[in-house]
């Protein structure tokens, strides 16, 4: 007769094992230290961004001129009603999507072709070249308006006398918006470029080498290989662009053109600060702020859906 | 149709010389295997080959083209890369077709040409994935696709399997044999794994840091390794290499240290010099301790079992002897032995070069005997019989 040979026999599992869960107090303690390393990381955002944000959405109910001794006044949505009806909305906003537009060639288009080119250049010359780009990053943007102020002096300024041309560059409308534009490009060139180069070396070789032994020629490497799998850090530049052209621009207008000529480079966030800090419109300036508050918000996490979308998890 | 010759091919990097001046010549539809522990210049010297690193002299040809200085994309080779390199961002169809796209061929073309192909690896089923959706054996059979879909003149494997585990390594070793057979051409394969070198080459050739030591069919590496390190390195458990002193002992070789005693063939008097002796643990057998002259004596230290087989540890001198045998061996831990094995499995290595020795009877013949069977002809009378060591490799 056979006889079955038992396996390895899972012993009889009782319904509860007495006393082996810890008590809820303890339980309690031993989750609580990662909140606690997190306090103040989390109170310093309540106290610095929330509370001011919140604070700023209940202004943007009231009319108050910023006087303590003045009393706010409760307009409901009149302020936000008057922000939509503002004279300069139109022609700032208008603005604001230019200077966006024509910063990324600089954020995104120049520091790609940039780094693409220098791939090649390899130990220290290499460590030269990445620091004459980023070296504007490091100006403080006050201080370079300044020395931009100097050099697009009409007729005896550096950029004039170098184009044989007498433009005023800072008082006439398309030269004073172009000013802008290049010298906060001028800014971000340097940044984006070492991003860009840190994405790019964070792609595996080993694609490129493949690519070529698969008969790729050099642009279609990079048409095919290199540009797809860079697309994350590009989107994320874009990113920047859109949510920081604000914080870029604004020191060099307000050094530069304080907006003008007439109201040539006011974007929406010096409009903001102007109604806010100028005409002492603390009601509006807060309704304004939640506006754009928001629709940044709307095209940020629109991008950020695109970049989670793009990568590709490179294992 | 691709024979590749390589001449002299040496790559220094800034410090280390990672490739020393290595002359291979692999005919069509060899498969050659490169062979060598971690670090000695396997990786470096395929890519070579393949020509994505330049050489820092020697020379490439293919079909007796020079082919040093051509970029890769015009020398007609395909490469399945350690981390398979998928693209991540392009589907297996995608990944599979890209040989095909880069060349332009039309569209139905490349379509017809994938399924062929997915068809052969058994990946029609996943052509919509992105590589991060396969598992490590798939990806491997999409690497493998990608290469043999515009049917190169040679392939390039540099150590395709490591990622896989044991059991899909064993099959798909298996598989790439076949396809080898099938396809008839020329592959270039780099590991580490000797299991995959034996059993896979019709050549081996063995690195040893940057240098190759030797290159054969798997049954001469492994039958006749032509140095120390090659015969250290085949084999599992590795062959028994122990130091012993070889003098002329009444009329014959003798080679002795503690606890080893060998009589071989008849010779006159020669310079007694140190030499490794070697002899792999398969080969030895145990005899009983009364035997009359064993070539190992010693004492069971332990004995390991490997399922169908066990292999004992046993210190002789001061020196250690595994022995390999169907299990049961009979021998217990802290048991006396005798050990013995027969005089044609002996090998010898010369004890500074690590080359292996062959006696030559001085006089005898132009072409004298091969490596350690005793002369053939009559027993060398002259005093100056010596053991030669092989100038091992043309520098
Ligand atoms: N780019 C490099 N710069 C400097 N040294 C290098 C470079 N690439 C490889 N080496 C060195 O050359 C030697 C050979 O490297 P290689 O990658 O060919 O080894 P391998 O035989 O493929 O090893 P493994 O089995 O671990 O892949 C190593 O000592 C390595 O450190
Ligand atoms: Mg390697």
Known sequence: MFVTLAAVEAPEVPASYPAARPSAARRVRRALPPFLYLTPGLGCLAVWTYRPLAEAARLSFYSWNLLPSRPKVPVGLDNYADVLQLPQLRSSLWLTVTIIVCLLPFSVVLPTIVALLTQQVRGRANAVYRALVFAPVLVAPVASAAIWEWLLDPRHGGVDRLLGSPVNWLHERGPAQLAVIVITGWHLLGFAVLVVAAGLAGINDDYAAAAQLDGATRRQIIRWITLPLLSPTLVLLALMTVLLSGQLTFPLIDTLTQGGPGDATTNVYYLLWEYGFKSFNAGLAAAAGLVFFLGFGMVAGCLVWLFEKLSFHDN | ?395
Not at chain 2, 29 to 58: N, Y
Not at chain 2, 262 to 280: H, K, Q, S, Y
Not at chain 2, 337 to 352: G, I, N, S, T, Y
């Open chain 2, 1 to 395: 149709m691709s024979r590749i010759q390589i001449d002299g091919l040496t790559k220094c990097f800034s410090k280390v010389t990672a490739v020393d001046r290595v002359s291979l010549d692999i005919n069509h539809g060899d498969f050659l295997v490169l062979l060598g522990p971690s670090g000695c210049g396997k990786s470096t010297l395929l890519r070579m080959i393949a020509g994505l690193i330049e050489p820092s002299s020697g020379r490439v040809l293919l079909d007796g083209r020079d082919v040093t200085f051509t970029p890769p994309r015009e020398r007609d080779m395909a490469m399945v890369f350690q981390s398979y390199a998928l693209y991540p961002h392009l589907t297996v169809e995608r990944n599979i077709g890209f040989p095909l796209r880069s060349r332009r061929r039309p569209r139905a073309e490349i379509r017809e040409k994938v399924r062929e192909a997915a068809e052969l690896l058994e990946l029609a089923d996943l052509l919509d994935r992105r590589p991060r959706q396969l598992s490590g054996g798939q990806r491997q059979r999409v690497a493998v696709g990608r290469a043999l879909v515009r049917d190169p003149g040679a392939f390039l494997m540099d150590e395709p399997l490591s990622n896989l585990d044991a059991k899909l390594r064993t099959a798909t070793r298996g598989q790439l044999r076949a396809l080898h057979h099938r396809l008839g051409s020329t592959i270039v394969y780099v590991t580490h794994d000797q299991v995959e070198a034996m059993t896979m080459a019709t050549r081996v050739a063995v690195l040893n840091a940057g240098r190759l030591e030797q290159v054969g069919s798997p049954t001469e590496v492994y039958d006749r390794p032509a140095s120390a390190f090659v015969a250290d390195f085949l084999g599992a458990p590795p062959m028994n290499l122990l130091p012993v002193r070889a003098e002329s002992h009444s009329g014959r070789v003798r080679l002795f240290a503690p606890g080893i005693e060998v009589a071989l063939w008849e010779a006159g008097d020669f310079p007694a010099r140190d030499i490794v002796m070697g002899v792999r643990p398969e080969h030895l057998v145990t005899v009983p301790t009364t035997a009359e002259s064993p070539m190992f004596r010693g004492r069971v230290e332990t004995v390991e079992n490997l399922g169908s087989e066990e292999v004992a540890q046993c210190a002789v001198g001061d020196a250690t002897l595994l022995v390999r045998g169907p299990r049961p061996l009979g021998l217990r831990p802290g048991e006396q032995v005798a050990v013995d094995a027969a005089a044609d499995r002996l090998h010898m290595f010369d004890q500074a070069s690590g080359h292996r020795l062959r006696w030559r009877a001085p006089d005898v013949s132009p072409s004298p005997p091969a490596s350690l069977s005793p002369p053939s002809s009559s027993p060398p009378s002259s005093p100056r019989a010596v053991f030669a060591s092989r100038s091992a490799r043309p520098v």
